[in-house]
């Protein structure tokens, strides 16, 4: 008994550096590729550069691309924030429905429809992306469909369409935006509902709680953690994505933050100029994602 | 007779707009595959024809890609998974100093925007006269399937019982054996679940790819550096033979599932 548990002593002392041992790797490898490379991103953002055709440039504080990316690339940022927000809104708004229904009443066939919900993580997302340039064209189904029941005028009154297009409008890059974001809007949160002990509703609706209360007192708050998360998911890739503007969009709408930074760094080698841009996208985002938490606490992301 | 409230017809319209909405362009892309199309682009219908299954392998440029795709998608999430997964099993499995500073290196990477990481890597890259090829879109990837993999399974981990472990070793059962026979079979979903997402994460990645993939061409990249030029039918005809795979190996495995459901009531 005894030498047990001095064995057992001394397997704990040996065990005790083993998770340090165990995280070693992958903070190693997060340092070298992801802080040193924001350090190394944030240093360029303050240089400057002295010949305009060359990559070159020199480290000199130069905060003046801080104040040069708002004036220069502001009308970009807002777009792209409000593409990013009116998107995750929408997400939010068909993702809770969908994953209430596959918590709560699919049955047995749950695993079927999140697998169908996962379905579209195995096909390109720039593939989906050009099927809805098939189906948005000008001659595609769904304006076609419209003009048989003589829908035309009304989508044009709604301000679904302009000049009778659907394709190439602000819409189809909401639109492109949400459905590609959808699934990850979605599954975090279908986990948190699937969390949620039905007795706790049970019990809700035997003191005579009326299914509208039960679900504002009890299922939301409970879900809470996976809309945050789901938001997060949504919101934040969506900023900085430029494929749906670019595939859906029309020239103005083509010209997100996200364009903008792609071009300055490929196109126009102007990397200060770009890494400024970065960086204030970055700092927009951590202040939103603060404040957001604020609101809906949550420690919590996955 | 119970009345069905409003709210719950409005539930049923919403999921059935929500799977609509998911599944459109997916049999748009499936639909596709069947178009003779007129010029270079696949995006109008124009006739039916089977052509195209039948020299489904004729965009040899896509495939290649497609297998560039492949590859890197192996080698950088099993890197990510092993190291991911070791964070994940240190952090919920044992107290330790300066978790919180840890938790938010991980999050981190998540919420910063692709174009973010992208950039940020490609001036390291610069800096270092690094050449971007193959081996830098397998460390972006690496990178943020790291994150990703490390909090999926961190959450799977939770609420598992760690005292088997204990219970192993009360028994005599040495580290290794312990961690073969009791540790690995109770992570193994959490992990393989984790490794399948970073794959389907990885295949997909256009935005950081772009940043460091200098003239290696992965299949996103093909696709939407030739979508302005050229889409062959056959890159509808790969995408849903990739479709059609994960389908009937969701139906396979919840078909099994049920069974086995069936056979342990029965």
């Excluded at chain 1, 997400?91 to 709560?104: E, N, S």
């Excluded at chain 1, 927009?284 to 996955?302: M, N, Q, R």
């Excluded at chain 2, 910063?112 to 830098?136: D, K």
């Amino acid at each position: 008994m005894a030498r047990d548990d001095a064995t057992n002593d001394a397997g704990r002392r040996d065990g005790r550096n083993l998770p340090y041992l165990l995280v070693l790797p992958g903070i190693a490898f997060l340092f070298v590729f992801f802080v040193v490379p924001l350090i190394t991103l944030f240093k360029i953002s303050l240089s400057t550069k002295p010949d305009r055709l060359r990559p070159e440039y020199d480290f000199t504080w130069d905060w003046g691309n801080f104040s040069a990316a708002f004036t220069d690339f502001g009308s970009q940022l807002v777009r792209a924030f409000v593409y990013a927000a009116l998107a995750t809104v929408l997400c939010a708004l068909i993702a809770y429905p969908v994953a209430y229904f596959i918590a709560f009443k699919a049955g047995r066939y749950r695993n079927v429809l999140l697998g169908l919900v996962m379905l579209p993580f195995f096909t390109s997302f720039l593939l989906r992306t050009i099927a809805w340039q098939s189906l948005l064209a000008d001659a595609g189904p769904v304006l076609s469909t419209a003009k048989a029941f003589k829908l035309g005028g009304l989508l044009e009154a709604l301000q679904i369409t302009q000049n009778g297009r659907l394709i190439n409008t602000q819409l189809a890059v909401v639109g492109g935006l949400t459905y590609n974001f959808l699934p990850f809007m979605l599954l975090p949160i279908y986990v948190s509902l699937e969390k949620i002990d039905v007795r706790l509703v049970d019990a809700a609706a035997d003191l005579y709680s009326p299914f509208g209360r039960t679900f504002r007192r009890v299922v939301l708050p409970l879900s809470m953690p996976g809309v945050f998360a789901g938001t997060l998911l949504t919101f934040i890739p969506a900023t900085g994505d430029f494929i749906n503007a670019e595939l859906l969009g029309n020239p103005i709408s083509r010209r997100v933050i996200g364009n903008a930074v792609r071009t300055q760094f490929l196109n126009q080698n102007d990397y200060p100029a770009a890494a400024a841009i970065s960086f204030v996208l970055m700092a927009i985002i951590t202040a939103l994602v603060v404040v957001y938490a604020k609101f809906l606490g949550t420690e919590d992301l996955a | 007779m119970k009345r069905r409230p409003l709210a719950t017809w409005l539930l049923y319209l919403v999921t059935f707009f929500g799977f609509a909405y998911l599944f459109v362009p997916l049999i748009t892309i499936a639909v596709f595959t069947f178009n003779k199309p007129k010029g270079r682009f696949n995006t109008a219908w124009q006739s039916f024809t089977l052509d195209n299954w039948r020299h489904a392998f004729q965009a040899s440029d896509y495939l290649t890609a497609f297998g560039k795709s492949i590859q890197v998608a192996l080698i950088a999430c099993t890197i990510a998974t092993i190291l991911g997964g070791l964070m994940a099993l240190a952090i919920s499995r044992y107290k330790m100093k300066g978790g919180p500073a840890l938790d938010l290196l991980l999050v981190l990477p998540l919420t910063t925007p692709e174009i973010v990481m992208g950039a940020s890597l490609f001036t390291l890259f610069f800096n270092q006269s690094v050449r971007r090829g193959f081996w830098t879109i397998v460390i972006a990837h690496t990178l943020f399937c790291v994150s990703f993999v490390a909090l999926t399974v961190k959450a799977r981990l939770r609420g598992l019982d760690w005292s088997l472990e204990d219970a192993a070793a009360d028994l005599g059962s040495p580290p290794l054996r312990t961690f073969r026979k009791i540790t690995f079979p109770m992570i193994v979903p959490g992990i393989s679940a984790a490794f399948m997402l970073s794959l389907a994460l990885s295949i997909d990645d256009y935005i950081i790819t772009s940043f460091v993939a200098g003239n290696t061409s992965t299949f996103p990249r093909e696709v939407f550096d030739s979508s302005k030029i050229t889409i062959p039918p056959q890159v509808h005809v790969i995408a849903t033979l990739i479709m059609l795979i994960a389908v009937v190996t969701i139906v396979a495995t919840t078909v099994a599932g049920l069974r086995r459901e069936a056979r342990l009531k029965g």
